[in-house]
């Protein structure tokens, strides 16, 4: 066998051997959305949505600002609806001018009967709105236990040729090597968005998107990219 062809057949051995390794090692990424739609609803009548702020119930964070980043990036994101938004307190005052009434007072004596108004009159403002919640923000780790792959090596080697020149020579063979067990730091994140219309009360839209991502906090790209994926994906079934 010429020397390019053992070359090349070390090469495709070593690319088939890495192949099923990486299949069968715990990915260092994964994403899996769940999307649910009333398939009977107009979504193209949908003009003005109130986004609520997001839930961030049983989530912690290591300083309230970061919290408050993480609210006004969201606002931003839900811009991407390509509609009107309104945010709650936005709607809050729309409510209020159009009814005549001065909810905050109303609410100040009686917030039951003040959100009961208000959400009596939301089709005044909107014509659906969006509640969305923070499932699973965490930290974790796993331990990758002891492994063995084949892994490609190469062989130097001279010799001389016919013409007793020398000839610097080199070919590939698969050799099992050995790794130690390693702690795997990763992080999760997963969350919610439930569309209501704002008539009905009824759900149309809900979608549940959960990330993991190797890596100790690495939670912002995730949220980005889960963020802007729904407002985006949402926004595009209202035109």
């Known amino acids: 066998m010429r020397t390019w062809q053992r070359g090349f057949l070390g090469r495709a051995v070593f690319a088939l051997l890495l192949g099923v390794w990486l299949a069968l090692l715990p990915q260092a990424a994964s994403a899996e959305k769940t999307d649910w739609k009333d398939k009977s609803y107009d979504f193209s009548r949908v003009r003005r ?5 997001l ?16 609210r006004q ?13 309104l945010t709650y307190e936005q709607a809050w005052r729309r409510v209020s001018l159009a009814l005549g009434v001065d909810l905050d007072k109303m609410a100040a004596a ?3 009967q003040a959100m009961t108004l208000f959400q009596d009159n939301l089709t005044r403002v909107a014509d659906a709105y969006i509640n969305s919640r923070v499932l699973k923000w965490e930290n974790n780790y796993y331990i990758e236990p002891e492994r063995t792959v084949w892994e490609q090596k190469r062989v130097d080697r001279s010799y001389r040729d016919k013409n007793g020149r020398w000839v ?7 050799v099992p090597v050995t790794y130690p067990p390693r702690r795997v730091d ?12 704002a008539k009905t009360g009824k759900m149309i839209f809900g979608r549940e998107d959960a990330r993991d991502r190797e890596g100790y906090g690495e939670h912002d790209g ?3 990219r889960i963020c ?8 595009d079934k209202l035109h």
Do not use: P
Not at 49 to 53: F, G, T
Not at 186 to 197: G, K
Not at 228 to 235: D, I, L, Q, V, Y
């Open 55 to 70: 839930d961030f119930a049983g989530t912690e964070f290591s300083s309230s600002m970061k919290e408050h980043k993480y």
């Open 186 to 197: 990763y992080s999760r994140l997963n969350m919610s968005f439930e569309v209501y219309d």
């Open 168 to 174: 610097n020579d080199y070919y590939y063979i698969t």
């Open 73 to 85: 990036d969201f606002m931003e994101y839900a811009k991407k609806l390509g509609c009107e938004v």
């Open 110 to 112: 009686n917030a039951d």
């Open 222 to 224: 995730m949220y980005e």
């Open 228 to 235: 802007k994926a729904f407002f985006s994906e949402f926004g």
């Open 49 to 53: 949505i109130l986004v609520y702020d």
